[in-house]
């Protein structure tokens, strides 16, 4: 009896099919959608995509085809789903995440991901991993990985959007908000639309109405040219809303590449040409006026020597994130520890392109002694499934947008699922900040 119970289970977490669809992302573009059926559960997925890339990111499919959606249709990695993956993954058990993972990356063959695409490899893998989960009767987090209790993320809010997210001058990528102060994750998501609403008042009274615009992450984009202007302009809405440095702190994400000249070895910022040596004392003269808790991508992705300069002078107090740097690839994460280039990473799930490769990636970094920050893309979808992941694997930080706009609230109204699911088995990651 107890064995035809078992085996009746474990036969409800089969795969039964895999199917996919082309569905519309935060910015407008086509990304991949992916059903994963079993006789227990549905668990179905959607990829996001970044509009700032690392150069060494796996690769999405798209058609090339102007006639549709400019080029950037997704049908071709629709059809790799469903002709080349789906039949493979079929009669699988949903809970063989790993077995599952490793034959479509046997199944692409390449490098990067670039035949069957890295979009549609992940939209499977992730709904792999829902569709067990819901099978299995666990929340996905708790299915990701079993604990008694869970540490909360800290959310990184993006508030004012430059760079390569918005259409202004500001070469800095992202201007942020984190609330470390705050005593519980609630609490912090409060902290953070409490400064976003003071920021648009302050935007408004100092640069019009046309300042409070937001960008792909939900940002203001005001027209601004210098990186103090947007600081002291969020300083300065945190102490607005009532708090204290200690209690929000701000961060910035370079994006560094996006304003590199490999040309003339040269950063383009404030109407300067800087040296690795010039950026580096910019830098540090931000984090002393500002107290910037963060700065992600301070140098373009292959300056390993130039972030390894940079965490010895600054490492104590400031986390040195590194996201183009390794693009959540375990042997670039490696090479990093090795030289001790940062002392956090920054975790994207389309940058490897499967659940296991992630996983794997942060599990290195933690060992490493890293702050950990799963991130979302610019184009977004409202799938949360990093919220999720983030709990999962008590990562320090939580990077989803700023406290506005569909795709981004999915993430930030997840997690206070989730902490409500967790009642007193949930802390916070802020505390250790604070």
């Known amino acids: ?18 199917s996919a669809r082309e569905v519309i992302d935060s910015r407008g573009n086509p990304t991949v959608e992916v059903d994963v059926r079993t006789r227990a559960a549905l668990g179905r997925a959607s990829v996001p995509s970044g509009a700032s890339k690392g150069a060494n990111e796996a690769v999405e499919v798209r058609d090339g085809d102007r006639k549709r959606f400019h080029g950037k249709g997704v049908l071709k990695a629709v059809k790799n789903v469903n002709e080349v993956i789906a039949p493979r993954v079929k009669g699988l058990k949903s809970t063989e995440q790993e077995r599952i993972d490793r034959m479509m990356i046997e199944l ?6 670039s035949r069957l695409g890295a979009n549609a490899i992940l939209a499977v893998s992730m709904a792999v991993a829902r569709a067990a989960a819901a099978g299995s009767g666990r929340s996905l987090f708790r299915y990701l990985n079993s ?7 800290v959310p990184m809010m993006n508030v004012i959007n430059g760079g390569e997210h918005a259409g202004n001058k500001l070469a800095i990528q992202e201007f942020l908000i984190e609330p470390v102060g705050a005593s519980r994750f609630s609490e912090a998501v409060r902290f953070g639309a409490e400064v976003y609403h003071s920021l648009k008042s302050v935007l408004e009274d100092r640069y019009g109405r046309s300042s409070i615009n937001v960008g792909d992450e939900g940002g203001f984009a005001p027209p601004m040219k210098k990186t ?30 996006t304003f590199y ?3 003339n070895n040269r950063y383009a910022v404030d109407g300067e040409e800087m040296t690795a040596e010039r950026l580096e004392d910019f830098y540090c003269e931000l984090a002393d006026e500002f107290g910037l808790l963060t700065i992600e991508d301070p140098f373009h992705e292959n300056a390993l020597d130039d ?42 799930l389309n940058q490897v ?5 992630t996983i794997s990636a942060i599990k290195l970094s933690k060992r490493a002694g890293w702050d950990v920050v799963v991130s979302h893309r610019s184009g977004e979808t409202e799938d949360n499934f990093i919220s999720h992941l983030a709990t999962a694997f008590e990562a320090s930080f939580i990077k989803a947008g700023a406290p506005a706009r569909g795709e981004r609230t999915a993430k930030y109204n997840e997690l206070l699922r989730i902490e409500e699911e967790l009642g007193t088995r949930a802390s916070y990651a802020g505390q250790r900040f604070g």
Do not use: C, H
Not at 108 to 113: A, H, L, S, Y
Not at 147 to 153: E, I, L
């Open 1 to 18: 009896m107890g064995r035809q119970k078992v085996t009746s289970r474990s036969a409800s977490l089969v795969v039964l099919g895999v």
């Open 228 to 257: 103090r202007d947007a600081l002291r302009a969020v300083s300065d809405a945190v102490r607005d809303a009532g708090y204290s440095e200690g209690e929000v702190a701000l961060g910035i994400d370079a994006a560094s590449s």
């Open 307 to 348: 972030f390894g300069r940079f965490v010895k002078r600054v490492g104590r107090s400031v986390r040195v994130i590194g996201d183009d740097l390794y693009v959540t690839d375990v042997r670039r994460i490696r090479a990093g520890i090795e030289r001790s280039a940062t002392n956090a990473v920054l975790i994207k």
């Open 261 to 263: 000249s490999e040309k």
């Open 353 to 357: 392109g499967t659940v296991t490769e």
């Open 108 to 113: 692409d063959g390449t490098r990067n991901k």
């Open 147 to 153: 604990r008694q209790s869970y540490k909360m993320p």
